[in-house]
């Protein structure tokens, strides 16, 4: 029905600069909050920015003054562009978005994507 694909991860130094991409196909009524998550190695799964329908974004404490959420709704798509990256920016990055089905009773359902590895060396 929705599928949900990231794009945009690399190997990077230390103080350097990505942009991850997540674009959204299908069948669907609307999308509400796009979000990015983050997993580093051996730890929980972590937000690290969420953007509503009405563009107003929240942002993990760590990455506020480095990253930049944002989206495109005519392309149904959000980024991530994350500067001054550093080691400890090292995860598996995932999209997920709150996809309002077509089908009544138009119910939200949280859809992920299958993850984009971001990796910063010092």
């Known amino acids: 029905q929705v599928q949900l694909v990231e794009s945009g991860g690399g190997l990077v130094q230390a103080g350097e600069s990505l942009r991850l991409s997540c674009v959204a196909s299908?069948?669907?009524?609307?999308?509400?909050?796009m979000a990015w998550y983050r997993q580093p190695p051996g730890k929980q799964r972590e937000l690290v920015a969420q953007?509503?329908?009405?563009?107003?974004?929240v942002y993990k404490d760590s990455v506020k003054d480095r990253f930049t959420i944002s989206r495109d709704n005519a392309k149904n798509t959000v980024y991530l562009q994350m500067n001054s990256l550093k080691p400890e920016d090292t995860a598996v990055y995932y999209c997920a978005a709150d996809v309002v089905r077509i089908q009544l009773p138009r119910a939200t359902y949280r859809y992920w994507g299958q993850g984009t590895q971001v990796t910063v060396s010092s």
């Open positions: 299908g069948t669907f009524f609307s999308i509400n909050t």
């Open positions: 953007v509503t329908s009405g563009d107003s974004a």
